[in-house]
């Protein structure tokens, strides 16, 4: 028989969201548990799933099961129901660093391989590359995204605005992109007819005539949508050589991508800025440059850890830094630019932290300043375009009044650029990429340059259709929405084909609006007070979920996100990690955690609400009614975290949601059982809330320690993360 699927799963991920987990959950699992409901976990951390992959290289004891694989089947069954807390989608920097890390703690993992030349190599980098970038989110989002604020959450904001940057309408601050020969002007597409549903593989062919197959066994269905791109590398030095000779006085240098996820194209892109801005540097000592393994996609903070202690290329490396304008900064204090890291500046958390603070970012000098945003793509550049052009001619938005914006995002099955990763290549030579079809058709065709990156995303009928079906549901709850598919972009011209019959027969009518067009109607009816739909593919679901969030919110880490799973399960997500690194930071330095679990609280409501309508369980109701109850105590008590130490921080809030919990749970009548298990829990809680807090606190100020980063020591991490053991002892 078949194991039992556990009521929930909470996932195992990295940084921020798993020092947070190490106190809540266990508090979670002594309310669930008082209900028969069981709470499970299965890992999706960075170390997990390299362990996973690497049985071979590992003792019996360190081995551990493929949690994702088996997630991935779990999230096709109607008894799912998990909670994803934020999890890394690694970029190479931070691959190579959790490598190392479970290295030196004693697991026997291999090197990634750059430049793979056996077949082992290969298998070992092939390995490692399906754990990199966005290896979690495609296997796990077996359905599509409804996005938006807690009703709680929202009027909280409005009553609390958090502080916003004033903007002008002479701010410098842009957003520059390719004229043409970039993803969005070069991209075809086609949908799958009957005739041609089956087998497929990609083919370049060199200009002497060599065919290379860079992709076989691919299979299209029927009603399937198939896009072929490719940006082409002359086009985008060019662009940056004209964006980096264009830049006026007092204005930072910025590039903002998508590393993490778009994890074969967009370090790419990233190295091309890198080798771009030290184009004199590189030129000059490409010899030795070579010879210590400088590889401009590893960014400008390789290559100082590289160059370290040889005084020549110190020099050289900053009169060249010198000489060029002065770039936008992650962290001033400790010289981290733009270019430092692919995953530093993550285009969906940057773009609205620019456009929150007025147009501003943070130079070297440590003063705020306005910015060039170079955006090369033009698929959704405009988006952010539209929005600066809007605060720039009407001002800053008005928290206080705004309206929500929410989000229907198509994203199940791996849905459009974000399932590109086996179908993106760098080309080798110049010549052709075709797709050809086990019928003999040519899907798509690209003449291609040595550099450039094509790629090949889809998106299938089913979800197509339950995304349509999701976004009427909403704008009929909502009001008002709006798709956002540009009709002149191929792609969207044949969604288009789907969502035009399917709102006929539904009798609504939503618009279709091109993503400029739309961001400024949205913008226009959000500021008039008004609630709004965003109904976009996949990645515009990315930015748009971290774009308004951080507008209204101050932050998209407190957003509710529930994915309906086409199999009848739930995925609960929990918001972004996008600041967790930071937060991380704090604590290993003064041993206070920042990182707000408000997503959690929300997603973990409404992980009870469906169970409790999944299997008619009353007691999951009534702990999931109790949990709304307990964050709106939470907000309007002023309990959630702050950054200071002495202030209150995610472990005090978990005090605060616990207690609170605990007595509407006491209160309420719907469940005497319940009532009378928790009516001591909130009696002791509430007695002894001096003593409990003087224990959490009592160890800030100081360094924490850990025992890792990727692969943390339980042990330290449950010191740090529960240290009173007045509340261990009541939660039990």
């Known amino acids: 028989m078949a194991d039992k699927t556990p009521d929930i799963i909470y996932t195992i991920v990295d940084e921020a969201p ?229 830049m006026e006085p007092g204005v930072l240098f910025s590039v903002h991508l998508k590393a993490t996820m778009m994890k074969v194209s967009d370090p790419i892109i990233f190295g091309h800025f890198v080798s771009v801005y030290l184009e004199d540097f590189i030129a000059k000592h490409g010899d030795k440059l070579a010879e210590l393994g400088f590889n401009p996609n590893q960014g400008l903070g390789d290559l100082e850890a590289k160059i370290a202690g040889n005084a020549e290329l110190e020099a050289d490396y900053k009169a060249a830094m010198e000489a060029q304008p002065d770039m936008y900064m992650v962290n001033s204090d400790k010289g981290i630019t733009n270019l430092h890291v692919s995953s530093d500046v993550i285009i969906d958390a940057s773009m609205p932290a620019v456009i929150r603070a007025g147009g501003i970012g943070w130079g070297p000098d440590g003063k705020a300043a306005p910015a060039k945003c170079c955006i090369p793509d033009n698929s959704y550049a405009g988006v952010y375009d539209e929005t600066i052009n809007y605060f720039k001619e009407n001002g800053k938005l008005d928290v206080t009044s705004c309206g929500a914006v929410s989000n229907v995002g198509l ?165 972004a990690g996008g600041t967790a690194p930071k937060h991380v930071q704090q604590v290993l330095e003064e041993n206070h955690l920042r990182w707000d679990s408000l997503g959690e609280f929300c997603a973990l409501g409404e992980s009870f609400d469906f169970l409790a309508a999944a299997r008619d369980d009353k007691k999951a109701a009534v702990l999931g009614a109790a949990v709304g109850e307990s964050i709106q105590k939470v907000l309007m008590g002023g309990k959630s975290p702050e950054g200071r130490v002495g202030q209150n921080d995610n472990r005090t809030s978990h005090y605060w949601f616990a207690r609170y919990w605990a007595e509407a749970l006491a209160a309420q009548s719907d469940d005497a059982d319940l009532a009378a298990h928790f009516k001591p829990i909130a009696e002791e809680l509430a007695g002894k809330e001096e003593t409990i807090l003087a224990e959490l606190h009592a160890g800030e100020g100081s360094p924490a320690d850990l025992g890792g980063y990727y692969l943390l020591d339980a042990a330290k991490t449950a010191a740090v993360m529960r240290p009173s053991a007045t509340l261990n002892a009541i939660i039990g």
Request: proline share 4%.
């Open 411 to 575: 994203m199940a099955q791996k849905a459009e650029e974000y399932g590109s990763h086996p179908t993106t290549f760098e080309m080798k030579a110049d010549g052709t990429v075709r797709i050809v079809l086990d019928n003999g058709d040519v899907l798509h065709e690209h003449t291609v340059e040595t550099g450039d990156i094509w790629r090949s995303a889809t998106v299938k009928q089913a979800p197509i259709e339950d995304w349509i079906k999701l976004a009427v549901r909403r704008v009929k709850a909502t009001g008002l929405g709006a798709f956002w598919l540009d009709a002149n972009r191929a792609h969207d011209a044949e969604l288009i084909k789907y969502v035009e019959p399917a709102l006929k027969e539904a009798g609504i009518d939503i618009p279709i609006m091109a993503p400029r067009e739309a961001t400024r109607w949205t913008l226009e009816h959000m500021t008039a007070g008004k609630d709004v739909v965003t109904i976009t593919g996949n990645v515009l679901r990315d930015y748009l979920t971290d774009l308004f969030p951080i507008l209204e919110l101050g932050t998209s880490a407190k957003m509710l996100s529930i994915v309906s799973l086409m199999q009848g399960g739930g995925l609960f997500e929990t918001g």
């Open 18 to 246: 798993e020092l947070a987990s190490a106190s809540l959950l266990p508090i979670v699992r002594s309310f669930a548990g008082a209900a028969g409901i069981d709470v499970a976990q299965r890992n999706i951390s960075v170390a997990g799933r390299i362990l996973a992959v690497f049985p071979e290289c590992l003792t019996e004891e360190q081995r551990i099961s493929d949690d994702l694989a088996a997630l991935g089947q779990i999230v096709k069954t109607p008894e799912a129901n998990v909670i994803k807390l934020p999890n890394i989608s690694a970029s190479m920097p931070q691959l190579t660093a959790a490598i190392k890390e479970l290295q030196s703690k004693g697991y026997a993992v291999p090197d990634y391989p750059y430049e793979p030349k056996t077949d082992e190599e290969k298998s070992i980098q092939a390995r490692y590359d399906a754990v990199k970038g966005s290896a979690v989110n495609p296997v796990l989002r077996e359905g599509n995204s409804d996005r938006r604020s807690a009703k709680a959450v929202k009027e909280y904001a409005k009553a609390n605005p958090h502080r916003m940057g004033e903007w002008t309408a002479d701010c410098p601050t842009t957003v520059a992109s390719m004229e043409g020969d970039d993803f969005f002007h070069n991209e075809t597409s086609a949908t799958i007819t009957a005739a041609q549903a089956g087998g497929a593989k990609i083919v370049h062919t060199a200009a002497d005539g060599t065919e290379t197959v860079l992709k076989d066994g691919l299979k299209y269905l029927e009603g399937e949508i198939v896009d072929a791109t490719y940006l082409s590398a002359k086009a985008l030095r060019a662009f940056i050589k004209q964006e980096i000779a264009s």
